[in-house]
């Protein structure tokens, strides 16, 4: 079973292009019960889900001139938004749980999964039903689910890269209607695909005499979500799902020269995400075997927040195009781009 249970985070953070190999305690988290297992897990899970969906609000734009009616542009962008080190742990607050506590309340402070490793224990206690209606008590002491840093050599801060490929058409009025879709891309038992759509409208055109100024000035809202699958037992309807979205409010200002663009940004996103595991799973319960359903259902609320980005386009040949820019935020992303341009 924990075998199981560490397949499923590889699969579902496969973006993060690391290997989780220590063995865990998932198993025995779950035994605890199904809400204390989803307090734990969300706290444990919460850095990548955020890194992930941070990433997705990103990249839409690399200057504030929407296309010309039926011009367009096909860009591929990598965002990484950083994890911040506040984030490598959590704190375990023993209200928030009615079958889990420390074994060493001094020490409160856990790794989520991107920290390190931890010589704290976790005692789990209480009563479990098992097979034929009967209740059995239990209780018993694991170790603390480890983070991956102490076997990830990483060069520098941890991100999680978010790629996106978009299409954006100018339509009316200085209008861009912008789509990204990747279709359902299925490897072995791993299905991925994602979805997006964004509006970047020039609002300078609508305020007396501030179409005379040497800059474009525009709006943009866009929302994208991805979604991914990892069928543990297919036959048994056994399945891992994560799903993450972000919605995105901005206002652009970009001044091109010659073949340079700046560009700056200031908005905010909404971002949320979720994980579920489907399905029954049984697990030994020492003596005593039982059966869990769809034991692992979290969402993580509340990462998006106000944003600054600043960047800037460099035309490298006539149609094609660099961009890299920043956006400061609680997760802070760097995002790099190259896009074929048709004005």
Do not use: C
Request: hydrophobic share 40%; no cysteine; proline share 5%.
């Amino acid at each position: 079973m924990k075998r199981i249970f560490t397949g499923i985070i590889i699969a579902t953070f496969l973006l993060a292009n690391v290997e989780f190999t220590k063995a865990q305690s998932f198993e025995e988290v779950v035994e605890s019960g199904v809400a204390d297992a989803n307090t734990y897990l969300g706290h444990y899970m919460n850095p990548v889900a955020s890194s992930i969906g941070n990433g997705l609000a990103n990249g839409w734009y690399n200057t504030a001139k929407p296309h010309k009616t039926l011009g367009f542009d096909l860009t591929f962008n990598i965002n990484m938004a950083t994890i911040p080190d506040a984030a490598k742990t959590f704190e375990f607050v023993e209200a928030e749980y009615d079958n889990i506590s420390l074994a060493n309340p001094a020490n409160s402070s856990l790794p989520t999964f991107i920290g390190g490793s931890t010589d704290q224990n976790l005692v789990i206690s209480g009563n479990r039903e098992v097979a034929g209606g009967q209740s059995i008590a239990y209780d018993e002491t694991i170790g603390a689910p480890d983070g991956i840093l102490d076997d990830l050599d990483y060069p520098g801060p941890l991100a999680i890269p978010t790629p996106t490929v978009q299409l954006g058409v100018g339509i009316v009025k200085n209008t861009d209607l912008i789509i990204r879709f990747t279709p359902q891309i299925s490897v072995g038992d791993f299905a991925f695909q994602s979805f997006g759509f964004g509006v970047k409208h020039d609002f300078k055109q609508w305020i007396p005499g501030m179409k005379l100024l040497p800059f474009d000035l525009s709006g943009l809202v866009a929302f994208n979500r991805l979604n991914t699958t990892y069928q543990i037992n297919e036959a048994e309807g056994q399945v891992a799902e994560f799903g993450a979205s972000a919605t995105t409010v901005q206002a652009i200002i970009s001044k091109k020269l010659l073949f340079f663009t700046p560009y700056a940004g200031l908005g905010f996103n909404i971002v949320r995400s979720n994980f579920a595991m489907k399905g029954d799973y049984q697990f030994d319960g020492g003596s005593e075997p039982y059966t869990v359903t769809d034991p692992i259902d979290l969402s993580f609320d509340g990462s998006g927040e106000p944003r600054f980005t600043i960047g800037a386009r460099v035309k490298i040949l006539w149609v094609l195009a660099l961009n890299v820019d920043y956006t400061i935020q609680r997760y802070n992303t760097l995002s790099v781009g190259l896009g074929l341009n048709i004005r």
